[in-house]
């Protein structure tokens, strides 16, 4: 249960800078390429996510187009490691993380953010100090979904980074291993009811925050 | 005194040309006309958030945009202070906050104007500890003057600040932004097309129709253009005339107005003798007589000349006469034709009411 928290909060983290910075150029900004962009982004959400997984294991795994130049130098390796399972989390919750944001973007009010500008703030200060407060009831909705994708992810995972005991066996991984042998039933159940009351928790928190923030904003 | 700004420049979106040129001094200039006459694009561009496709903008020696030099200087580098309509206050941040937000990004030597000075003058103590939703629209726009005139600009734009505000709202508020335009030392460019804050609020006005400027100058002059009528209102607006409160009469209760070359005898006024302030004498609220007219109630009756004469609308015809100061009648054409109106014609003007809603400062 720590591993798969650890992981889901690693993938949540790991993405938030870009999801933050894709949410905002695609809300903002027209560019050539804006569409393919969004496509990209998005297609995690269209593909099996097994597909995604093997595809995480073409690029990262040890023969990968990017994994050997990583191991190489740094050495690195992703691929069957619990930043492997992080990665493919956050590629699986990607859409939904840059989603919230790309919408909570493009409900605030520009003409505010003119107006910071008249009061001497460049666009950089601007941006930290109006639109990203603006945006924090999307960034929790985000993050909320993000990490409860993350949790439940499974198809990606075992892909790339499989189901080792203790280093990538996430919650469902387990689950699902446990429910293959006939006599784990109490097991089963077992991590079925944390699965439930870690969700259920996650909702509650994110219910409560996000009251908070919407009083502050006064919305 | 140089002039504070100066601006010549010229815009083009689709279906209309912005081309102005103005020059604005010290106190109030109110950037007058209808709506669509282009004065948002004016400020707009004076703020940076326009670019226009030609032309120059300088403050107080600094040039802010100059298309031919290929200066245009971003928002935040202008040093203009905008309240804008629609108050803009951040949601995020308590009064305190939204005050102090230019504030903080200046230097600390151009900290000129301080925090206590604009809350006092803006009467917002009590507001300072709440959020922006929890304000009135009259309270949200004084905060966003103060916020405007804490970061303490050169220059302060204002676009129709009480245009969403009821009439109390705009009482209670329109004395805070005459008094900037004498305390502060910020010039001030207001735009409205309200003729009530025009005369209540302008040293200088400037007359926008269709993107071209139509008129600038000072405001009692330019009210008396007979040319400016369609624009201004003119003869619909009234005459402004600067007054002094003379002495009060308190067996009949009434106070006497001096002004150059007369008085005016209006209800009494709670003012102490010796106040200045501007008054309207609307064109409907004069009627003319050949000869000095006996035994009538009226009490204001005014001897002088017919200066001009314009059409106004339907069977009307406005005539400006000198009176010491300078007055629209409006009448109709067929009294003008009886009367055998000219210029030069002496005239009794009776004035049958005076609005005073301006302002007490003299300017």
């Known amino acids: 249960m720590t591993l798969s928290l650890q992981v889901a909060a690693w993938s949540v983290a790991g993405s938030l800078p870009f999801a933050v910075a894709i949410g905002w150029l695609l809300a903002r900004h027209d560019f050539p390429g804006k569409a393919l962009l969004d496509g990209i982004v998005h297609l995690p959400l269209v593909l099996p996510p097994v597909a995604v997984g093997y595809l995480l294991l073409l690029l990262f795994g040890r023969q990968g187009l990017i994994g050997v130049p990583l191991h190489d130098a740094f050495g690195i390796t992703l691929a069957f490691t619990w930043q492997g399972a992080a990665i493919a989390a956050a590629v699986m919750a990607f859409p939904l993380f840059v989603r919230a944001l790309r919408l909570s973007f493009e409900a605030i009010d520009r003409r505010i953010e003119v107006a910071a500008r008249t009061l001497g703030a460049g666009p950089l200060d601007t941006f930290a100090s109006v639109t990203l407060p603006l945006a924090a009831p999307g960034l929790l909705a985000g993050i909320v979904l993000a990490f409860a994708r993350a949790l439940g992810e499974f198809g990606a995972t075992i892909a790339f980074a499989a189901s080792i005991p203790g280093e990538t066996r996430t919650l469902p991984l387990a689950l699902y291993a446990v429910m293959q042998s006939p006599d784990n039933e109490e097991a089963a159940v077992r991590l079925m009811a944390l699965s439930f009351a870690i969700a259920v928790a996650a909702l509650l928190a994110a219910e409560g925050l996000s009251r908070r923030i919407a009083r502050w904003l006064g919305t | ?363």
Not at chain 2, 150 to 167: G, H, K
């Open chain 2, 1 to 363: 005194m140089p002039a504070a700004i100066s601006v010549r420049l010229r815009h083009e979106v689709p279906g209309f040309v912005l081309d102005v040129g103005f020059e604005a001094a010290q106190g109030i200039t109110v950037l007058f006309g209808r709506s669509g006459a282009g004065k948002t694009m004016v400020v707009d561009a004076l703020a940076g958030l326009v670019r226009p496709s030609a032309g120059r903008i300088a403050l107080g020696g600094r040039v802010l945009f100059d298309r031919d030099a290929g200066i245009d200087l971003a928002p935040e580098r202008r040093r203009i202070g905008y309240v804008f309509q629609d108050s803009r206050l951040f949601p995020h941040l308590s009064v305190a906050n939204n005050l102090r937000y230019g504030w903080r990004r200046l230097a600390p030597a151009e900290r000129r104007i301080g925090f206590d000075r604009v809350v006092a003058l803006l009467g917002i103590e009590a507001l300072l500890g709440r959020r922006p939703h929890r304000l009135s629209g009259g309270e949200r726009q004084r905060v966003a003057i103060g916020r405007a005139l804490l970061a303490n600009p050169e220059l302060l734009l204002m676009d129709e600040p009480l245009a969403s505000l009821d009439r109390p709202r705009r009482d209670e508020i329109l004395p805070f932004i005459e008094q900037l335009g004498h305390d502060a030392g910020v010039p001030i460019i207001y735009v409205t097309h309200a003729v009530d804050e025009l005369v209540r609020l302008a040293t200088t006005v400037v007359v926008l129709e269709r993107g071209t400027v139509v008129a600038a100058g000072p405001l009692e002059a330019t009210m008396l253009r007979p040319d400016l009528a369609p624009y201004i209102g003119g003869a619909e607006a009234g005459a402004v005339v600067a007054v002094t409160v003379a002495r009060h009469d308190p067996a009949y209760a009434l106070t006497h107005l001096a002004f150059a070359g007369g008085e005016l005898v209006v209800p009494r006024l709670d003012l102490p003798e010796g106040a200045r302030l501007r008054v309207r004498i609307h064109a409907r609220d004069v009627a003319l007589a050949r000869v000095e007219p006996a035994a009538i109630s009226t009490l204001n009756v005014l001897c002088g000349k017919v200066t001009a004469i314009a059409p106004a609308e339907g069977p009307q015809v406005d005539v400006l006469i000198d009176v010491g100061i300078l007055l629209w009648a409006r009448i109709t054409r067929k009294s003008a034709v009886a009367l055998e109106l000219a210029a030069g014609t002496p005239i009794h003007a009776l004035v049958k009411s005076v609005a005073v809603d301006a302002g007490l400062q003299a300017r």
